[in-house]
């Protein structure tokens, strides 16, 4: 059997050997509590791209960055796996259930997609974030290829620790920083036609706090991250989740 991880953590550490543990990032709380404004969403592209302003006060996005910066950033090398977009930025990635559920549960997220009016776009019964955390920092000349995002199958802890099926149905983009911080350009542009097209193209800029949406799947819209020229972007990314 070749030696993988699972085989190599069968045997006890001896007991002078600290036991090495994935941790996650000790996020900083939500403070001032959220939401801080009443979560309306504003629709960019009718069924496809929503935006909710100020989800985080500039204050917490100041204290996110901050922190984000210590966290193990990891460079994407230019060349990508075959099929994949072109991504140069740099990026952390973890799963993170605890913080997944903080985000879903503690800013008003959960209840502003259930109101009545809006209910019907997620794609099924929403149930939670993904635990696949994503966080990226784009500096100048860093950018994020046109591209699809995919719908994932995912499975969801709860409460009663049996794990709820669920599938990804909307991509989550929290933008921590914008033009107000120095942060020039980094757009994130949808084409509506399957092409890169100027005279087609929604451009949606940047705002410290604002948490966009688009659906992502099958008809997920093209879009990419536009290049950053000054400044640094930073965004958390996640999915939104449906029962299966
Ligand atoms: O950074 C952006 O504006 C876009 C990110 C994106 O498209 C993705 O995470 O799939
Ligand atoms: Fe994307």
């Known amino acids: 059997m070749a030696k993988d991880k699972r085989s190599k953590a069968a045997a006890p550490p001896p007991a002078t050997t600290p036991t090495i543990t994935a941790t996650t990032p000790s996020w ?21 791209v929503v935006v909710f302003r100020s989800f985080f006060p500039r204050s917490l996005c100041k204290d996110y960055v901050s922190f984000l910066k210590e966290l193990p950033l990891i460079t994407t090398p230019g060349k990508p796996k075959r099929g994949d977009a072109v991504r140069v930025n740099d990026r952390y990635q973890i799963d993170d259930a605890k913080f997944a559920h903080r985000l879903w549960t503690e800013t008003g997220l ?18 939670g974030l993904n635990p696949n955390i994503r966080v990226y920092r784009y500096t100048a000349g860093q950018f994020f290829d046109a591209h699809y995002d995919d719908s994932n199958t ?81 965004v958390i990314r996640t999915d939104l989740c449906v029962k299966r």
């Not at 959960?110 to 149930?127: F, N, P």
Request: include cysteine.
């Open 28 to 48: 900083p709380p939500f403070k001032p509590s959220l939401p801080v404004v009443e979560l309306t969403l504003d629709s960019l592209v009718k069924d496809k």
């Open 110 to 127: 959960k209840e502003a997609l259930a109101g009545k009016d809006v209910a019907q776009l997620w794609g099924g019964e929403v149930v």
């Open 154 to 234: 995912v499975a969801l802890k709860t409460e009663t620790g049996s794990p709820l099926p669920a599938r990804t149905t909307w991509t989550l983009l929290l933008y921590l920083t914008s033009s107000a911080d120095g942060c020039i350009g980094g757009e994130t542009v949808f084409y509506p036609h399957d092409r890169r097209s100027a005279k087609e193209e929604i451009a949606v800029s940047l705002e410290t706090g604002m948490l966009l949406l688009h659906k992502h799947g099958h008809d997920c819209m093209l879009h990419e991250g536009r290049e950053v020229t000054a400044g640094e972007k930073w």
